[in-house]
């Protein structure tokens, strides 16, 4: 394990004679969703990085940055378990130095009226840690979750518009048998909303089969949200947008479609989308 600069030099001297590294950015808090991505990265290169961050400029100050889960100790023995090479796992001080004053703001088609209306300077917190994150472990792919789709198609974009010399690679979301995507988040549901959670992702299957049946997408997503709703979920939005732009779409024919999901269910607020 590396948690400063130098350590990390000194590792990365090591891994970079073998070949080709991947990078699995996470914040902890380890799942079989952060698994998957470790074991695409295990086929894309000879050498995996895990890094550990819970990165305190991706949360709002109301936001649940201090109580996130935090899993050290058992994460670093899941690793160990999966023969990752590196895990990475900065303190703040390493990756925020006194004086820090920099900030990669992502813009365009795919940062608009999503998870930014909900957490305005949530992509600029991630843009920021994964740009340093990929300056510090000089990977030649990095592999991220489906999961998190709007940041998979910003960090995606991102890398290109900055020249970064690294292969960005979507993972998709791994779920629990009911549908619920694996989330770190989930352990803080109480049973109650445990229960009601899968209605989730059951509401954007219904909405992808009734958009199949030709009903027309507006439609076909109002009654999704109303589903959701009765469900006893607060919907922060519920939208069918074009699969790699993020751009909104008037009509199915304008697609390939993605629909992106997020609702907060008591004090807990959960993320999902999928292909339609
Ligand atoms: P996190 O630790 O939640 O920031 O997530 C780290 C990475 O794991 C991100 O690229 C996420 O998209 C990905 N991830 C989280 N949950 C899942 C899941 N259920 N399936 C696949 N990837 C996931």
């Known amino acids: 394990m590396a948690r400063s600069i130098v350590a990390l ?49 991706q949360f709002a100050p109301h936001e649940d940055f201090a109580s996130y889960p ?50 305005p300077h949530f992509f600029a917190g991630v843009a ?4 340093k994150l990929f300056v510090q472990c000089r990977p030649d792919v990095a592999v991220f979750g489906e999961k998190d789709f709007q940041q998979l198609k910003i960090v995606t974009r991102m890398a290109r518009d900055l020249d970064l010399p690294v292969r960005v690679i979507g993972v998709p979301t791994v779920r629990e048998a009911d549908g619920l995507a694996l989330s770190s988040r989930n352990a803080r549901l109480s049973p109650a909303e445990r229960a009601q959670a899968p209605m989730l992702h059951r509401a954007l299957v219904e909405c992808a089969e009734r958009i199949s049946a030709g009903e027309a997408l507006a439609a076909a997503m109002m009654q999704g949200r109303e589903a959701l709703e009765r469900a006893g979920f607060a919907v922060d939005y519920l939208e069918a947008r ?16 993605r629909l992106l999901v997020a609702a907060r269910l008591g004090e807990t607020r959960l993320i999902d989308n999928i292909g339609a």
């Open 70 to 119: 935090r899993t050290f100790e058992r994460d670093l023995a899941v690793l160990a378990s999966l023969d990752v090479d590196l895990v990475w796992a900065p303190t703040a001080e390493v990756m925020y130095p006194r004086g820090f004053a920099t900030k990669v703001v992502p813009e365009g088609a795919a940062t608009v009226g999503l998870e930014d209306k909900f957490r």
């Open 9 to 57: 030099e000194r590792a990365l001297a090591r891994l970079e004679r073998v070949g080709k590294i991947a990078l699995v950015p996470t914040m902890g808090a380890l799942h079989k969703g952060h698994v998957a991505l470790i074991r695409q990265a295990r086929r894309r290169a000879p050498r995996v990085i895990v890094s550990i961050f819970v990165n305190p400029t």
């Open 242 to 257: 074009h699969a790699e732009t993020l751009l909104p779409l008037a009509a199915v024919a304008d697609g390939p479609l």
């Open 128 to 131: 920021t840690v994964v740009t």
